[in-house]
């Protein structure tokens, strides 16, 4: 691989179809709890959600940080917030913020971990990590779900893989580059459903 190369986001999700998001079948996650705690959130923590869309891990989120534990959640797309708005809103525990994942203006070093689900492929993920590692507390979990390779994931319809076409994601093997370049220590690496879903947890 061109140690030159980086990844450079293609599209936004259409916010007209926001709702779709919050479909397990739509993501092929069942138990959003269940990935977020493998993940390594855990009770205790102040969490950011960066790319919050309209929730689908908001909720699994304040579960695994429990009674003693924040979550922010943040998002660029106020069709996207509206829905998370209308389900939890009213959580104690929960900040909801309109804001781009480059220039979040959360406090410095103020959290424990940043987990990305689905998002990072959207934007410039060099800018991205350097947002990122602004706000985490020193030795901060950056945890990162997105799509991988598209012949691991089932066919929604005939011909049409789940997840966006191959080309518009930001596929493992270059994301893990570019942690390493940009002076992050990988942690933690997993695979779902033959590498259509992987993981990475960096510090």
């Not at 080309?167 to 893990?176: F, Q």
Request: glycine fraction near 10%; aromatic fraction near 6%; charge should be negative.
């Amino acid at each position: 691989m061109d140690s030159l190369e980086k990844h450079h986001p293609k599209h936004l999700f259409d916010p007209t179809r926001a709702a779709s998001l919050l479909d397990p079948q739509r993501r092929l996650i069942a138990d959003p709890l269940e990935v977020v705690k493998t993940m390594g959130i855990v009770s205790g923590m102040r969490v950011v959600e960066l790319g919050c869309g309209a929730g689908f891990f908001t909720h699994a989120l304040l579960e695994a940080v429990g009674d003693g534990g924040r979550v922010v959640a943040l998002e660029l797309q106020e069709a996207m917030l509206a829905l998370l708005q209308e389900r939890l809103a009213s959580h104690p525990r929960l900040e909801i913020r309109l804001a781009n994942l480059l220039e979040s203006g959360l406090e410095t070093g103020g959290w424990d971990a940043v987990f990305v689900a689905f998002t990072l492929h959207e934007v410039a993920v060099e800018a991205a990590l350097l947002e990122i590692r602004r706000i985490l507390r020193p030795g901060g979990l950056l945890s990162i779900l997105d799509w991988g390779y598209a012949q691991g994931c089932p066919e929604r319809e005939p011909g049409r893989k789940a997840g966006p076409p191959e080309a518009e994601r930001l596929l493992p093997d270059l994301l893990r580059r570019q942690l390493r370049e940009s002076g992050w220590r990988e942690t933690a690496y997993g695979e779902r459903m033959d590498g259509c879903h992987y993981w990475v947890n960096a510090r």
